[in-house]
T-cell receptor, first 116, second 111 residues
Framework: NAGVTQTPKFRILKIGQSMTLQCTQDMNHNYMYWYRQDPGMGLKLIYYSVGAGITDKGEVPNGYNVSRSTTEDFPLRLELAAPSQTSVYFC???????????????FGAGSRLTVL | QKEVEQDPGPLSVPEGAIVSLNCTYSNSAFQYFMWYRQYSRKGPELLMYTYSSGNKEDGRFTAQVDKSSKYISLFIRDSQPSDSATYLCASSYGANSKLTFGKGITLSVRP
């Protein structure tokens, strides 16, 4: 049981390049999320999805796009990378009907992106 | 005002100390309160959560919520070097709603 898997772990991009951060989960969770974490700034929600085919913007969606064609996968696309997108990106998933009632997120290990 | 504010860090304590980590929140509709622990270069993992007011204990960790003052606390007894990590508080309205995170505080426990 791998949980939430993110690739790549590290990436350096040049300004204006594009790339996709991959995220897959094997827990059959219906909710999935992308966060970015900057030093001293906590976690900021970029996009989230409540199920296959459904996505919605979070707090900081500009410069990013997502898709959710399957329950397992939730890739994050960066178009025209900018230095402001230098950050650590975390994918997470959760199960909407957990017995506890709490929205417990399982996070991936993160993808560290530098834009130069 | 940010919805969840967390005491700034970093915090350094000697091994065996009692640690108190605190957050405040502004939205009285929040019902779930969580603490995530994040080791260096890893993803956050849930440490514990509470629903509404009250205390919850798990080993050396106690989470406390005071809804009247909108205060969230995490207490660590007999702190260990393995407790050195960043601790993030988070709150949400309901069972399936998005979490609002604090900025996190980095704790270092000195041997």
């Amino acid at each position: 049981n791998a949980g939430v898997t993110q690739t790549p772990k590290f990436r350096i991009l040049k300004i204006g390049q594009s790339m996709t951060l991959q995220c897959t989960q094997d827990m059959n969770h219906n909710y999935m999320y992308w966060y970015r974490q900057d030093p001293g700034m906590g976690l900021k929600l970029i996009y989230y999805s409540v199920g296959a085919g459904i996505t919605d913007k979070g707090e900081v969606p500009n410069g990013y796009n997502v898709s959710r064609s399957t329950t397992e996968d939730f890739p994050l696309r960066l178009e025209l990378a900018a230095p402001s997108q230098t950050s650590v990106y975390f994918c997470a998933s959760s199960y909407s009907a957990s017995a506890s009632g709490a929205n417990v997120l399982t996070f991936g290990a993160g993808s560290r992106l530098t834009v130069l | 005002q940010k919805e969840v504010e967390q005491d700034p860090g970093p915090l350094s304590v000697p091994e065996g100390a009692i640690v108190s980590l605190n957050c405040t929140y502004s939205n009285s509709a929040f019902q779930y309160f969580m603490w995530y622990r994040q080791y260096s270069r890893k993803g956050p993992e849930l440490l514990m959560y509470t629903y509404s007011s009250g205390n919850k204990e798990d080993g050396r960790f106690t989470a406390q919520v005071d809804k009247s003052s909108k205060y969230i606390s995490l207490f660590i007894r007999d702190s260990q070097p393995s407790d050195s990590a960043t601790y993030l508080c988070a709150s949400s309205y309901g069972a399936n709603s998005k979490l609002t995170f604090g900025k996190g505080i980095t704790l270092s426990v000195r041997p």
